[in-house]
């Protein structure tokens, strides 16, 4: 069935990954592609609320296409919103330049772009790779997705959920794994920049310093991984136990 289907990112709309995501997805579902006129990577859940927002139709691609000045989660409010005549079936937020494991999905603007299609009542898949080095690799993560796109939404995922998926760089990928997310550590630094600022900079620890067992762990090992996350933040067990000490 041809879906009508809604791409960001957080790389901007030239990325690599988008584009093969983009070019896989529209030789068989109607697709419109609405991402950052720039790379916005790491900018979680931002929306640019009080300043202007503007849009641009580009029209060298192949498939219809917006760069947007904002962040990943704007482009997916001003597509639902403004842009589009309707809500589309599905968003795809992706394909990312970079892994988005464990608690990397805080940061993410990938992942912040999939949360807002949920938030929106669009279900969403937000799909991130680790530094590939051809557009080939890309194409070929973008063809798991449409290959196995039936079988992702079969799963039934809640209406609060997207599902976060991470595809490794090993030369022969093992499998997949249905994994929950850990912690994604990292030796992080600021270091002196030459304009008097600061940059942070860090590469993850050595995986026996990771959370094992979880989505950084089987990464490693050469599975793609699809994790449901969600966007409840409530802290039930807590909540009900503070209800019955909490005394006025």
Known sequence: MTMRILITNDDGI???GIRALAHVFNAKHDIVVVAPSEERSAASHGIISMRGLSYKKETH???EAFSVSGLPADCVKLAVLHLLDKKPDLVLSGINRGKNLGTDVMYSGTVSAAFEAIYMGVPSIALSASYLSSDDQYKECALFALNNLDKL????????SALNINFPTKAKILGTKVTAIGRHLYNDKYFEHGDGGYILDGKSLPPERQDQGFDLD???KGYITISPIQNDRNDYKTLERIKKEWKD
């Open 14 to 16: 030239d990325a690599p």
């Open 218 to 220: 089987w990464y490693n």
């Open 153 to 160: 939404l079969a799963l039934k995922i809640p209406d609060s």
């Open 61 to 63: 691609y192949d498939y």
